[in-house]
C-alpha cells in the first residue's frame, strides 16, 4: 500500500516539477486523476505536508507548485526507485 502513495506523489510531483503554479482541474488532466473533484483533497494534504505550495489567484482559484519540500522528496523518490529496480 505504501508503495501506492509513493507512486502517487512520484506522478504528482513530477507534475508540477517543470511548470509553475497550476489550479487543480489543470494537473487533475495533466495528472489522469479522475475524478478531478477529489483531486482537492490529494493536493491539500501534499500543501499539509509541506510538498507543495498554495495560493489564490486574482478570481479566488487555488493554485499549486512545487515546494522546496516537494523537490527534495521527488528527488528522494526517485532515488529509491533506481535503487529498488
Known sequence: MKHGRNELKLKALGIFENRGWLNVPAWATLAGYYPIRSAYTVLKRFHRWHLLE???????????????????????????????Q
Open 54 to 84: 498554495c495560493r489564490l489567484d486574482a478570481r479566488g482559484l487555488l493554485l499549486y507548485r512545487i515546494s522546496d519540500r516537494g523537490r527534495a522528496r521527488l528527488a528522494w523518490l526517485r532515488n529509491g526507485r533506481e535503487i529498488s
